[in-house]
């Protein structure tokens, strides 16, 4: 669900609809408390109110930010974990400049073919959430063909042999942990805290009575677009190839990687 709302609409039009409608259950069910419980206008349990909401909002407030600073924290080792990988993908292409012509070409094809798997058909896939190491694996196996298939000549050839061999490897490591990174979630036990501990905050704010209905409505909403809020940047953060927050595969195609571009 949270995948479909984030690969179809945009990050500002999941805040309209989620703070908005958070927005429009506190005032609805405010409205609707006053009217229910008259008394409730005269602060009377106030005092309790504010106790109950003092306590349950630290402990989410806790609970929220440890979540959120765990899922930025994720954003930005997938993002390193992908510049990594294009970074050592175009080091084994540097390297293989200092082979003879026709392995030089072969290392470059493979890289080509590589490159435009991860982003034409791997990519798309882990933005809807079902990443395949099988999208890729051929590429791969293209790649270590390609050096294996060139038996270096010369104490410079070897040297830079080994560094594409180290690099190539790298990109496998890399490769793995992309598409792991793709597979993962918050837990339903923090899915379960998160959500559902606003949905047990919220209500408890129509319990506190202020004379003037506008102050009254003017504090619930605040409360419910904070909420709201919180709640849409732990959606765009939960995954981090999907939505206009994710992960991009331009690394893919810039420095060394961009010569296998420009025909398109």
Request: charged share 15%; glycine share 8%.
């Amino acid at each position: 669900m949270i995948l479909w709302l984030l690969n179809t609409f945009s990050t500002f039009t999941l805040g309209v609809l989620l703070v908005g409608g958070f927005v429009a259950l506190a005032v609805g069910g405010s409205l609707a408390a006053r009217r229910r419980f008259p008394h409730l206008a005269g602060g009377e349990h106030n005092e309790m109110v504010g106790v109950a909401l003092g306590m349950f909002g630290a402990i989410y407030g806790i609970i929220l930010a440890f979540v959120v600073v765990t899922l930025w924290t994720q954003l930005e080792n997938t993002q390193t974990v992908v510049a990594t990988e294009a970074t050592d993908l175009a080091l084994v292409v540097r390297s293989a400049e200092a082979f003879p012509p026709a392995e030089r070409a072969r290392v470059e094809r493979a890289v080509g073919d590589y490159v435009h798997a991860v982003v034409e058909v791997q990519w798309p896939m882990m933005r809807d959430g079902r990443p395949s190491y099988e999208a890729t694996s051929e590429q791969t196996h293209e790649l270590y063909q390609a050096l294996q298939a060139y038996e270096p000549a010369g104490a410079r050839s070897q040297t830079f042999y080994e560094e594409a061999a180290g690099r190539l490897n790298d990109v496998a490591a890399q490769r793995r942990a992309r598409i792991t990174m793709a597979e993962t979630s918050l837990p339903v036990l923090l899915q379960v805290l998160v959500y559902g501990g606003a949905l047990v905050i919220l209500p408890l704010t129509f319990l506190f009575g202020l004379r003037s209905l506008k102050m009254q409505l003017l504090f619930v909403s605040a409360v419910a677009g904070l909420i709201g809020f919180s709640l849409l940047l732990v959606m765009a953060l939960d995954r981090p190839f999907a939505g206009d927050l994710s992960v991009t595969p331009a690394p893919y195609k810039e420095a060394a990687l961009a010569q296998f571009w420009r025909a398109g």
